[in-house]
């Protein structure tokens, strides 16, 4: 009886490393195949983030709606638009946005099925760092992981540090992963690493 329970407990481990080795090839295959598309998007994003911060979000899973929130000094606005009104136009030179950069990129986007893409500031040893989030819904996920719906990158502006298993650390000496909005992320380069989430953001 022992033994059978044994038995079980090493096939189920060996069933859900294979599942996450299975899930980590997808993701990396899936920003190998878009590298190119997604790095012109982090940086047309980043360049017009720095004029004016915004954020864009795809509402629909037909990827015909647009969410645009703009930050301003002691406001946060947010739309709603189809893509394809002339509201949305309006709205960005309103609050004089690159209109043309912000279309490309929304264009872009959609191409690719990203559904959201966003700036994160944040602290390390007192020196103020910045990344940015890409999100999209993964496609092929084994079934371990069906409960989770999105693919999320981050582009950090400077080299991580990552333990052996390649999970992102906080600083090399402490060995301690870093978590961020809770979830564990994985290298993809040095720069650029991945999880998948319940959560698109």
Same mark, same amino acid.
């Given at each position: 009886?022992?033994?059978?329970?044994?038995?079980?407990?090493?096939?189920?481990?060996?069933?859900?490393?294979?599942?996450?080795?299975?899930?980590?090839?997808?993701?990396?295959?899936?920003?190998?195949?878009?590298?190119?598309?997604?790095?012109?998007?982090?940086?047309?994003?980043?360049?017009?983030?720095?004029?004016?911060?915004?954020?864009?979000?795809? @509402?629909? *899973?037909?990827?015909?709606?647009?969410?645009?929130?703009?930050?301003?000094?002691?406001?946060?606005?947010?739309?709603?638009?189809?893509?394809?009104?002339?509201?949305?136009?309006?709205?960005?030179?309103?609050?004089?946005?690159?209109?043309?950069?912000?279309?490309?990129?929304?264009?872009?986007?959609?191409?690719?099925?990203?559904?959201?893409?966003?700036?994160?500031?944040?602290?390390?040893?007192?020196?103020?760092?910045?990344?940015?989030?890409?999100?999209?819904?993964?496609?092929?996920?084994?079934?371990?992981? @069906?409960?989770?719906?999105?693919?999320?990158?981050?582009?950090?502006?400077?080299?991580?540090?990552?333990?052996?298993?390649?999970?992102?650390?906080?600083?090399?000496? *402490?060995?301690?992963? *870093?978590?961020?909005?809770?979830?564990?992320?994985?290298?993809?380069?040095?720069?650029?690493?991945? @999880?998948?989430?319940? *959560?698109?953001?």
């Amino acid at each position: 009886m022992m033994c059978k329970s044994k038995l079980y407990l090493i096939l189920f481990t060996a069933i859900i490393f294979c599942a996450c080795n299975s899930t980590q090839k997808i993701n990396t295959k899936y920003y190998e195949e878009n590298e190119k598309e997604l790095n012109n998007i982090e940086q047309s994003f980043k360049t017009l983030y720095t004029q004016k911060p915004f954020s864009i979000e795809f @509402t629909d *899973r037909s990827f015909d709606f647009v969410s645009i929130e703009i930050m301003t000094d002691s406001i946060k606005y947010i739309y709603e638009f189809g893509i394809d009104e002339t509201r949305l136009k309006d709205t960005l030179l309103k609050y004089t946005l690159n209109e043309k950069g912000i279309r490309d990129i929304i264009t872009k986007m959609r191409s690719i099925h990203c559904t959201w893409i966003n700036n994160l500031d944040y602290y390390v040893d007192e020196q103020k760092s910045s990344l940015i989030f890409i999100s999209m819904r993964p496609v092929g996920l084994s079934k371990p992981f @069906t409960n989770k719906k999105y693919y999320i990158l981050t582009y950090f502006s400077q080299p991580q540090y990552f333990n052996s298993e390649g999970k992102l650390l906080v600083k090399k000496q *402490r060995n301690k992963i *870093r978590k961020i909005n809770g979830e564990i992320f994985w290298r993809i380069n040095d720069k650029v690493c991945y @999880t998948i989430s319940a *959560r698109f953001r």
